[in-house]
């Protein structure tokens, strides 16, 4: 199989093959929409995810989980929807009325929801099979509202698990092509922010984070514990080195180095849970701590964090810059240097 195009497409939905985290970065082993997938229209070819666009139905089952926005379908956009929910004539969501898939919705997705008025929200699942599509989408809206009591808010959105209404095939096709006709007239706010920023934090996190904004004002509590997906606590131990892989191959820039680079800051705001600073890590320095409480107001401002701060000094042997410890004033590659070939140099008089 040979794939030259960066765009994949199967009828409305496409897979943007550049914005994979999968394909960008080889310390990355994400396979969250290989998981949920029921056609199993997504594989690795030669180490990069590739669409079967033959056996892809447009089902939308894996756009929400995608944590950098690269999967999208042309007849929906979940950002869109979820901000104008509130204002809608909309008494339930559901795939047999207003939505490709239920699981086209991320937990930010349902929280922003929550957060931006106080319209019922009902999610109709009945017509979901058992499996991990339906496991999928029970879990992200128990999450939310998980969330959301433990701020102190006074909603939920509720869950038909079975069929209340039956409806003619005939009233149920209307239905759907009607939606989906009005939807096709907007273009994408997703798109639209991506064009016209260089950010590479998804939108559905952008939309979280002001959200959270317009209510951090009325909350019973700003720190929640780290049990949620978008929380994401990060921690460098004394081993790091400073060798700067992690600030480097950070794709959200939620690592950065200060102007003299002797100390490593972290914006959890910023933070799309694609492990690559841990898995690039050689002395394994950057580690997740989830079980540390969390501020929003931290989150929701983009507020930075100091991860470690290192005491640089030159090295007498190489003359570069190395985080000092103790001891000699020579760096630890220099050190093993001498360690392993010093006889090597050794002069006659020194013998």
Same mark, same amino acid.
């Given at each position: 199989?040979?794939? !030259?195009?960066?765009?994949?497409?199967? +009828? &409305? $939905? !496409?897979?943007?093959?550049?914005?994979?985290?999968?394909? !960008?970065? $080889?310390?990355? #082993?994400?396979? &969250?929409?290989?998981?949920?997938?029921? !056609?199993? #229209? $997504?594989?690795?070819?030669? +180490?990069?995810?590739t669409l079967k666009e033959e056996q892809c139905t447009a089902c939308s089952s894996c756009i929400g989980g995608c944590p950098t926005e690269a999967l999208s379908v042309e007849s929906f956009d979940p950002n869109r929807f979820v901000l104008e929910y509130q204002d809608s004539k909309e008494e339930k969501i559901s795939k047999k009325q207003n939505v490709p898939c239920l699981a086209i919705f991320d937990v930010d997705h349902y929280i922003i929801m929550m957060l931006r008025g106080d319209k019922e929200i009902v999610c109709d699942i009945s017509d979901y099979d058992e499996g991990l599509i339906k496991e999928t989408i029970i879990g992200r809206i128990e999450s939310a509202n998980s969330f959301v009591k433990e701020i102190g808010l006074e909603k939920e959105i509720k869950l038909i698990v079975e069929e209340d209404v039956v409806a003619s095939r005939r009233a149920l096709f209307k239905k759907v092509v009607s939606a989906v006709s009005e939807i096709q007239e907007d273009t994408s706010i997703t798109q639209e922010f991506i064009k016209d920023s260089k950010s590479k934090i998804p939108f559905k996190q952008t939309l979280l984070k002001n959200s959270l904004k317009q209510v951090l004002g009325d909350l019973e509590t700003t720190v929640v514990d780290g049990s949620y997906p978008f929380l994401l606590n990060k921690e460098i131990t004394k081993a790091c080195n400073n060798c700067g892989e992690c600030v480097q191959f950070c794709p959200s820039e939620a690592l950065t180095y200060t102007a003299n680079s002797d100390e490593i800051i972290y914006q959890m705001g910023k933070c799309i849970d694609c492990d690559i600073c841990n898995h690039i890590c050689k002395v394994d320095a950057v580690i997740d701590n989830n079980e540390k409480e969390f501020d929003l107001v931290t989150f929701a401002f983009d507020r930075a964090e100091s991860l470690i701060k290192h005491d640089l000094r030159v090295c007498k042997v190489c003359r570069c810059a190395f985080p000092y410890t103790e001891g000699e004033l020579i760096c630890s590659r220099c050190h093993t240097f001498e360690n392993d070939f010093g006889d090597m140099f050794k002069l006659a008089s020194d013998l």
């Open positions: 199989m040979r794939v !030259e195009n960066y765009t994949q497409k199967s +009828g &409305l $939905f !496409e897979f943007d093959r550049l914005k994979c985290l999968r394909n !960008e970065y $080889f310390h990355n #082993a994400c396979t &969250l929409c290989i998981d949920i997938c029921p !056609e199993e #229209a $997504f594989h690795i070819y030669r +180490g990069k995810l």
